[in-house]
């Protein structure tokens, strides 16, 4: 098994959790569909191909800077007579993303020379959200394997975190650990398109996780991540 690490920075970043139509909230990090998505969308892949490099990769991420949260309003009118509807759209403003992938070494070196040789322009997110490198170099094949581990900076399932925590603090711009439904895969269904399939994570930043047993992780050149 192989690991990928990218490391980005976007200028602006916006991952819709899915509440009602009138607030677009975000998730404060990318989502495991949305960042294989990016992938995807790198290498070219149709939809069905999308699927399968859904099964093929592990995903885990650590929120490094969590960034300036910004709030957008706009004005929408369905039609000349119709009310005014307010919709407030969240975005978090320059956050940095340490994105982990693992899988087969095919895969992994397909994935690493796309992104470096797009077909589509990588985005995480909705189409505004642009990734931008965090660093020159900011794509790392590496070794993983295995492990286990208390003391995390990566997200973590919630039923582990409810078995007993606590956050270290460590920096000053941080997000205390808070929890979301984050979607993991899809289900399709004939005539009625994908429907998500989520699962409980805790995400949190400018510190680190330590759980009251350890867990399985990988090991991405020693770093020790929770992947999905």
Known sequence: MLGLIVEVRPLQAHFRIPYNSL???????????????MLAGAMGLPEEAFRELLKKLRYGVIIADPGSRVEEKAAIFKSPNSPLYPITKTLFHMPTYRLFFAGDEGT??????????PVFVPYLGDSESIIYPARREYLHIVEVEGGQESKLRSLVPSEEYASGARFILLKRNNLFPREYQMPVDFTYSRGKGRRAIYQNVVAFAGGYIELANPIDVLLFAGEPVFAF
């Open 108 to 117: 992994i070196e397909k994935a690493h020379d796309a992104l470096l040789d």
């Open 23 to 37: 607030l677009l909230d975000s998730y404060p990090f990318p989502p495991r569909t949305t960042a294989i998505g």
